[in-house]
């Protein structure tokens, strides 16, 4: 069983849509969370980092963490296609130290 | 702030050669760098972690003689691929950490670079 569980996707969805990206962990030691985007071809950018179980938002993403559940969640609010990228989520035991990555899901937004 | 840039972004290389490839942190002082490679279609793998000034500390099933790492100052890191092989051809990709990211933005998470297309013939 893998660390991270990320479903690969693809999700394809219309413009303006809410798209809500998942992951699952087993390691109850992560403490820190993070969600990047990668296009293609490209390194991957940091779009949401959260720490411990909550809520974050930031203009059209909000992160949530349920640590009790071992699942953390990327929503995406009024999707456009420039949102289309690979999304990863990535977490580690204490900040700072590596990262274990998920496997990423491949999002279209179509207009 | 937080902008960390890879050279080259792309390279060809016929097999038995060695590759060079340069990581830096252009704004901030990274502490810490770490490099990763990326099959298509799949996550990140790690590959090692460097501190500026020590060894680096390699992942397991990752052969340190093959993949050389040098982090000689805080803004810069090496992965020199000896040998090159065809098995070799990939993305690599860096991130750097470091304490007092320029202009307060979240200290301490790791900032990737562009990476760099490796394809050995």
């Known amino acids: 069983q893998k660390e991270v569980e990320q479903d690969p996707g693809p999700l394809s969805v219309p413009e303006g849509a809410i798209v809500s990206l998942n992951c699952t962990y087993s390691?109850?030691?992560?403490?820190?969370f993070m969600w990047y985007r990668q296009y293609s071809r490209k390194g991957p950018e940091l779009l949401m980092y959260?720490?411990?179980?909550g809520n974050k938002e930031d203009g059209r993403f909000t992160a949530q963490v349920d640590k009790s559940s071992k699942y953390i969640s990327l929503f995406i609010r009024d999707s456009q296609p420039s949102d289309s990228a690979t999304y990863l989520c990535?977490?580690?035991?204490?900040?700072?130290?590596?990262?274990?990555f998920g496997a990423g899901t491949i999002l279209r937004v179509k207009s | 702030g937080a902008v960390v840039s890879q050279h080259p972004s792309r390279v060809i290389c016929k097999s038995g050669t060695s590759v060079k490839i340069e990581c830096r942190s252009l704004?901030?002082?990274?502490?810490?760098m770490f490099w990763y490679r990326q099959f298509p279609k799949q996550s990140l793998m790690l590959m090692a972690t460097?501190?500026?000034?020590?060894?680096?500390?390699?992942e397991q099933g990752v052969e340190k003689d093959k993949f050389l790492i040098n982090h000689a100052s805080l803004t810069l890191s090496t992965l020199t691929v000896t040998s090159a092989h065809p098995e070799d051809s990939s993305f690599y990709i860096c991130?750097?950490?470091?304490?007092?990211?320029?202009?307060?933005?979240?200290?301490?998470?790791?900032?990737f670079g562009p990476g760099t297309r490796l394809t050995v013939l």
């Open positions: 991130s750097a950490r470091g304490g007092g990211v320029a202009g307060g933005a979240i200290s301490d998470t790791q900032y």
């Open positions: 390691n109850s030691a992560f403490q820190y």
């Open positions: 959260t720490y411990s179980s």
């Open positions: 990535a977490m580690s035991r204490s900040e700072g130290n590596k990262l274990v």
């Open positions: 704004d901030f002082q990274a502490t810490t």
């Open positions: 460097s501190n500026e000034g020590s060894k680096a500390t390699y």
